[in-house]
Antibody
């Protein structure tokens, strides 16, 4: 059974930067698209970014486009989300999720909390 | 693609059946998934490709639909089924989720 473990969350002031990490185990990491999904406190789920298997193509939600960069290191089974120019509205739990190959997410991490506040 | 879930809240008793709806603003074919989320937990995939139960999901959960209209049906509700349910499309980028349906104990 595959597992995902996020890290890197914390408290950041508006305008600051942070890098989230997600380490995978139990499946062939390099064979799957990986995703980031966030959930603001008390709110629903919001897709943030996707990165294809080789890392050559990335996709972003409009509100993070230009401020966030997804990358992956297949030798370390790890995907990253670099977040810059952080805003208060970026405050959320950030989940890493494995793409199933069918357009959905079949394995989720436990999430890492990012708080953007002055 | 906008996904609209209804109702926002559904109040039922254990043993009853639940019907949750998800409507897409344009066709997503069958690239529609359903997730269950309990407080303090990550979402869990229930249904993939509109109607395929994910590994380990009980048979009381079923999905149907294609195009723009989809349904998640939960028969004979168990106490552990009371949670929030989200639909999600994966037909194109950007991927989007519905706003969720809260299934609460009556």
């Amino acid at each position: 059974e595959g597992q995902l473990l996020e890290s890197g969350g914390g408290w950041v002031q508006p305008g600051g930067s942070l890098r989230l990490s997600c380490e995978a185990s139990g499946f062939s990491f390099s064979s799957y698209v990986m995703h980031w999904v966030r959930q603001a406190p008390g709110k629903g789920l919001e897709w943030v970014s996707s990165i294809v298997e080789g890392g050559t193509v990335t996709y972003y939600e409009d509100s993070v486009e230009g401020r966030c960069t997804s990358s992956r290191d297949n030798s370390r089974n790890t995907v990253y989300l670099q977040m810059n120019s952080l805003r208060v509205e970026d405050t959320a739990i950030y989940y890493c999720a494995k793409g199933s190959g069918r357009g959905d997410f079949d394995i989720w991490g436990q999430g890492t909390m990012l708080i953007v506040s002055s | 693609i906008l996904l609209t879930q209804s109702p926002a809240t559904l109040s039922l008793s254990p043993g009853e059946g639940a019907t949750l709806s998800c409507r897409a603003s344009q066709s997503v074919a069958t690239y529609l998934a359903w997730y269950q989320q309990k407080p303090g937990q990550a979402p869990r995939l229930l249904i993939s490709n509109a109607s395929n139960r994910a590994t380990g999901i009980p048979a009381r959960f079923s999905g149907s639909g294609s195009g723009t209209d989809f349904t998640l049906t939960i028969s004979n509700l168990e106490p552990e089924d009371f949670a929030v349910y989200f639909c999600q499309h994966g037909s194109q980028w950007p991927i989007t989720f519905g706003q969720g349906t809260r299934l609460e104990i009556k």
